[in-house]
């Protein structure tokens, strides 16, 4: 319970200044800016000594429905292949049934192949049997440079090339654009880099009658119509506006998602801190899922929280996520910063591969069972994973299940987790790549398959650009696309209801353009048998007027937590006048609802919102992270205010802890100080607060932590030195940490003893590969002898965590890579972990991995062994040109031991 004489006086003291503002600071228009945004150098540029591709000399090539494994009752039809398009990067299907694509000839590092740019293709199934029979070009420009995103609204097309969202419009209606007829404009500019495949990816609706689209972590600087200018960059390409704010008031660093109205103003970001999220979704619920594209095996299929970070840069962008890699992270629990607070769950994270494209089916032609299904390519797996999302307190269970792949084996090829360009393959079942997946007019699932041996790393190999797109329905399915008017409200009702997400835009603006006139039509869907129907009504409804919104409250009274959640969505889309509906629902019983309610306060004054925050506390607790990170969310700003209006008088409990983890005010650190020091609390409970602590950048908070050093018996104490050390090379290094250990006697990084590690270098190998392959493994055995890796590698509980984990490692692994491996380490070292050599001035030689950068470096040699080195003490610093790992001869293993723990290596365990 909040302490109530707290809470008034925090509210006492905020109120005078707080009710004179509706958001956070704001910079001043401009302040922020380095000057007008000008595109950097593309990645990659067209090289006019390439050959010309020439369709007319080609062999196109594809898979046949039957290397195809789909779920019991559905088929595998192909619809249209090469020559019909070629290299489909991204595609969308309109009212009429015609699929459009992006084309990538001009891939990366094959730009120039087509030598007047890449193109915008129509395909069409005039006859209804099911397959296409006719394909033309829409648009082909010298500037499309395998577009990764189309998206389109009856006459309207949007083509994500960065630096641009390309707007055209097709005035005649004639499906080619014609300048002397059509309109083009950049519809918005300022995404980074050209050519990049961590650039701006595909526009689509959501069901709010609001543009989205993601970018990846290259970077932006764009501003809406409105005048607001949204800085969001990172310590991948380095942009100069990394950390700085937005306009909105806000720091959003790393790859985002972003909405916008269709008229191009009123931009906001909803998730940001990504790698590269190729695509995501907004259901007719309102909830909002991705994907996202790793470093090393991170991938992940994600809930998103409105305002969430996933954690990739740290808070300012000026980080990768491996710099600040804890001891005994995991690669995942790291790279998502899932032990940070103000860090969104990661959701599934599934290993290693390349996620592309993905879709939402909610209604059509598969059948009320896959209702609700979530669909996302993974073209590293030959996969598209489908997911029924299940509720889990604020969030979602996400179990994966294989929907289409050719791959069932577990082996995979040509992705960088198993060796990119160093591992293809010419196996039929190693070639689906699919780049997207949309639902269809006819309501029938389409899949656009890129086919290479290759995936990622800017590269293809298949020189035939060949594609294909293939269908998904029920056996024995007849398509029939729906003859929709759309220039009638019968016709624009029926839209209302189609399966295709973009489609139903149409519809929507529509029939909200048209106003309360509609209302009895619209009226009926909301009482639809299907509920996703029914939310699309009840999201219009919202805005079509007073009368509308009154029809659309009407839902915050049912006794279905859903309803009542996309009652509170819509109303929010429609209006900003909201609190009196916030303040009575801080007490639902849905923690979704609850979820909801907390991220619309974000930018809430906190005279109005410190208390309606305090009431949604009481149902916070460590279990729920979704629901305890939307709370933080709703609290950005006024975490001060919040947290003294929560404190307790008396002892904390372990609820109030995580709440005050995730708030970190500076106002807590005495507090926090104390609990870190008491001996009577576990050492969890200890170091909850000095974690606590070492996210709060205030020297108070630094201090803090110096002191708790000086107990060298505390259970915590290789904790607090890390954090100290780590610190003082970012958040706290302007508050003099070295001196102070230094004058305290604690650590004296100028005269502290290291120790010489050295990692022999590579000998020539014993064992052949040939001759390994040739061999039949033990498992058994090999259980035995992988013990021996445990000085680098984790497995089965045991080991030191230097190399990358051997948890479940091998069950992707084709047996040839996971021997090479063996033999000989250097030949392919894992992502992220090169080595370094660093020799000091008086002669002391450490191979090992730099975990931080700064005055001191931490460095972790084999063995998992960490040394503190002073700047100031480095004689000279190289990369080591071989592995750290020791081959299968410097462990004296022969052929038939390199076979046997291959063979229990692939069994995952």
């Known amino acids: 319970m909040p302490n109530r004489q707290n809470l008034l006086v925090v509210l006492a003291l905020v109120a005078p200044f707080a009710l004179m503002s509706a958001s956070p600071d704001k910079p001043a228009k401009g302040q922020n800016d380095q000057g007008p945004f000008v595109a950097g150098k593309p990645a990659f540029v067209p090289d006019p000594t390439i050959p010309v591709f020439d369709a007319s000399k080609v062999t196109p090539d594809h898979l046949e429905p039957s290397a195809f494994k789909v779920p019991e009752g559905l088929e595998i039809t192909v619809w249209a292949t090469s020559p ?34 890449d193109c915008v293709r129509v395909l069409q199934d005039t006859d209804g049997d099911g397959k296409c029979d006719r394909s033309h070009v829409f648009v082909r420009e ?92 990172g310590a991948y390409l380095n942009n100069p506006y990394a950390g700085a704010k937005s306009d909105d008031g806000h720091v959003y660093v790393g790859g985002f998602t972003a909405s916008i109205d269709e008229n191009g103003h009123n931009a906001r ?14 259901t007719s619920y309102g909830d909002m899922f991705l994907n996202d594209n790793d470093d090393p095996p991170a991938c992940r299929v994600s809930h998103l929280i409105e305002g969430g970070s996933f954690g990739f840069f740290s808070r300012d962008g000026k980080r990768q996520w491996r710099a600040d890699k804890r001891p005994g992270q995991s690669i995942p629990t790291a790279e998502w910063r899932q032990e940070d607070p103000g860090s969104i769950p990661a959701g599934d994270v599934y290993g290693g591969g390349a996620p592309t494209g993905m879709c939402f089916y909610e209604n059509g032609a ?22 029924l999302p299940k509720p889990d307190g604020a969030g979602f269970k996400l179990e994966r299940f294989d929907f289409c792949t050719t791959n069932t084996t577990g082996v995979f090829k040509g992705s960088d987790f198993v060796g990119g360009a160093n591992n293809l393959s010419d196996e039929r079942h190693t070639l689906f790549r699919p780049s997207d997946v949309c639902v269809g007019a006819d309501g029938a699932i389409y899949i656009s398959d890129w086919f290479d041996k290759r995936t990622g790393g800017h ?89 509308g919104l009154i ?49 619309a306060l974000r930018d809430v004054p906190a005279a109005q919102s410190v208390a309606l925050l305090c009431k949604l506390s009481h149902h916070i607790d460590g279990g729920d992270r979704s629901l305890l990170e939307a709370w933080g969310i709703g609290c950005t700003g006024k975490e001060e205010a919040v947290w003294t209006a929560l404190k307790p008088e008396g002892a904390w409990d372990d609820d109030f802890a995580h709440i005050t983890w995730r708030l970190h005010p500076a106002a807590a650190v005495s507090d926090l100080a104390k609990r870190a020091a008491n001996g009577k609390l576990s050492a969890e409970q200890r170091k909850l607060a000095l974690d606590t602590l070492a996210f709060i950048p205030e020297a108070s908070a630094a201090k803090a932590v110096l002191e708790l050093a000086k107990d060298k018996e505390s259970p915590i104490q290789a904790d607090v030195m890390w954090w100290l050390i780590k610190r003082s090379t970012d958040d706290w290094s302007t508050f003099g940490i070295a001196e102070a250990l230094k004058k305290e006697g604690i650590f004296d990084p100028e005269s502290a003893k290291l120790v010489t590690i050295v990692t022999p270098p590579a000998i020539p190998s014993n064992v052949k590969l040939d001759e390994v392959l040739k061999l039949k493994g033990n498992a058994k055995n090999g259980a ?26 091998g069950r992707s692994q084709p047996g040839d890579i996971i021997a090479q ?68 001869t410097q462990l004296g293993l022969n052929a038939q031991d390199v076979a046997d723990i291959v063979a229990y290596l692939r069994t995952g365990k």
């Open 366 to 387: 598969l059948g009320e069972k896959w209702n609700g299904l979530l669909l996302s390519c993974e073209t590293g797996r030959n996969v598209v994973f489908g997911y």
């Open 142 to 233: 010298k500037e499309l440079e395998c577009p990764l995103g189309v998206a389109v609204f009856d006459n309207i097309i949007f083509v994500s090339n960065a630096p641009n969202i390309i707007k055209y419009t097709d005035v005649n209606r004639d499906l080619k654009f014609d300048p002397a007829v059509d309109k083009r404009e950049v519809f918005l500019s300022g995404f980074e880099q050209p050519q990049h495949d961590h650039s701006l990816h595909s526009v689509y609706a959501g069901p709010d009658g609001r543009l989205y689209f993601s970018n990846g972590n290259c970077g932006a600087q764009f501003s809406d119509k409105s005048g607001n200018t949204f800085r969001i960059g």
């Open 784 to 809: 035995q002898l992988v013990t021996r890796c445990v000085m680098c590698h984790q497995i089965n509980g045991q080991g030191v965590e230097f190399g990358p984990s051997l948890e479940g490692w």
């Open 84 to 117: 019909q398009l070629f290299n489909p990067a991204n595609m969308d299907i309109d009212h009429a049934g015609r699929i459009w694509v992006t084309e990538g000839v001009n891939y990366r590092r094959h730009s120039g192949r087509s030598r007047e740019g």
């Open 459 to 547: 590269q293809d190999t298949d020189e035939t650009c060949s594609g294909t797109i293939y269908r998904i329905a029920p056996k024995g399915f007849k398509p029939k696309v729906p003859n929709l008017k759309l220039d009638s409200v019968i016709g624009q009702i029926a839209a209302l209801q189609s399966p295709a997400t973009n489609v139903r835009h149409v519809a929507f603006t529509r029939l909200r353009a048209a106003g309360d006139v509609n209302i009895p039509a619209v009226l009926k869907l909301r009482d639809h048998a299907n509920p996703f129907i029914a939310a699309r009504a009840v999201w219009l409804l919202a805005q079509l007027g007073e009368p």
């Open 551 to 599: 029809s659309a409250r009407i839902w915050l009274e049912s006794e279905d937590a859903t309803k009542r959640l996309v009652a509170l969505r819509a109303i929010r889309a429609a209006s900003s006048d909201v609190i009196d509906i916030l303040s009575n629902l801080t007490t639902d019983l849905s923690p979704m609802v609850r979820s909801e309610v907390a991220v």
């Open 269 to 282: 970001i909803l998730g940001y801190n990504y790698r590269n999220s190729f695509e995501g979704v907004r």
């Open 821 to 888: 491996a063996l033999i000989d380490p250097s030949k392919d070292i894992a992502h992220g972990y090169d080595g370094q050599e660093i020799v000091t001035k008086d002669g002391v030689t450490i191979h090992g991995m730099i975990l931080t950068e700064g005055d001191i470096m931490i460095i972790r040699s084999m063995g998992g062994q960490n040394q503190y080195v002073a700047r100031s003490r480095i004689k000279s610093r190289r990369k080591l040109d071989h592995s750290m790992m020791l081959s299968a």
